[in-house]
């Protein structure tokens, strides 16, 4: 545990509330149950008391990282020898400003990509495709919840660990995409898609990236499928298994692959790992959490037993 309360006091330093502590503990921890979880936080409780009346210290330096925790080459660093900033190798001043869009800088960082400016501009337009923030939607109903009676950080942070869950939001792409992996292999061991969806479904496995319970067929396909065509990523051979998988589905359960199914696919072609295509379509989601959070903060904190807030309730 002596590592995990450092990461708590480092939290704590840093100006995490006492709720945001806590989740870094268990998230470093990633119990398996509830159950698991409550244990871990009442043996946590004598240190936690502890950090509790010790007094703040803010950061003075960069945090020094364990020998078996850095990376050659590192993804980022700060580069004080050259006034500038460094991601993947690339200087982000000298040779990313005003050159690179914000898409083709994320991919850079997050995935290791050197995207073109076209397929940066695809993503961009996906993005914009994926914008359903009704507060309805369940994580999205957390964040406007929470936000409402203990402010925009905490919705934000409930919100994301809602989110971060196999069946909505980002993960169903990496989900999507190591399916693809696994139908590519048995592709080339000569066994058709629908003999290997045949066999998982038998197993009664889920495809992440398939179906849609609540709302039914995905109304922003037709536009991903629009998309896909109009900027030459309909050709590809991840695209290709993605529809040999709506095609199965259809025929066998009336149900479609999903827009995140579709995303999986191109992104795939473009070369994301599973990881990464998750990670960078978080970007997507973490937009309609903070419109939910911001609104609640504005318009219904206060209203709903919160402390108050800046608006009033709408």
């Known amino acids: 545990m002596r590592g995990v309360r450092a990461m708590v006091e480092t939290a704590l330093d840093c100006g995490a509330e006492p709720a945001m502590a806590i989740g870094v503990a268990l998230a470093a921890l990633a119990p398996g149950s509830l159950r698991e979880a409550s244990e871990i936080v009442a043996a946590l409780a004598p240190e936690l008391a502890m950090l509790d009346r010790r007094e703040r210290r803010l950061p003075t330096r960069l945090a020094e990282l364990e020998p078996e925790l850095r990376l050659e080459p590192e993804v980022a660093r700060i580069r004080p020898d050259v006034g500038d900033h460094e991601v993947r190798g690339r200087l982000v001043f000298r040779e990313l400003v005003g050159q690179r869009s914000f898409f083709q800088v994320a991919a850079l960082a997050i995935a290791g990509l050197e995207l073109s400016a076209r397929d940066a501009e695809l993503l961009e337009h996906l993005g914009v495709n994926t914008q359903l923030a009704d507060a309805r939607i369940w994580p999205l109903a957390i964040v406007r919840r929470v936000t409402a009676r203990a402010g ?163």
């Open 152 to 314: 925009m950080a905490h919705g934000i942070l409930a919100g994301t660990a809602v989110a971060l869950n196999p069946n909505m939001g980002a993960l169903p792409v990496g989900g999507f995409m190591r399916a693809i992996d696994r139908l590519e292999r048995g592709l080339a061991a000569g066994r058709s898609v629908a003999s290997q969806l045949e066999e998982w479904l038998a197993r009664k496995e889920r495809i992440p990236g398939v179906g849609r319970p609540v709302l039914g067929p995905d109304e922003r396909n037709a536009q991903v499928l629009t998309l896909a065509r109009a900027y030459g990523r309909d050709r590809g051979a991840s695209w290709r298994i993605a529809l040999e998988v709506e095609a199965f589905f259809t025929d066998r359960k009336n149900q479609h692959v999903n827009s995140a199914g579709l995303q999986a696919a191109i992104m795939r072609d473009m070369g994301f790992s599973p990881a990464a295509g998750s990670a960078f379509c978080l970007i997507y989601f973490f937009v309609q959490i903070l419109a939910q959070a911001v609104a609640a903060e504005e318009h219904l904190r206060g209203a709903s037993g919160g402390k108050p807030g800046h608006g009033r309730a709408a």
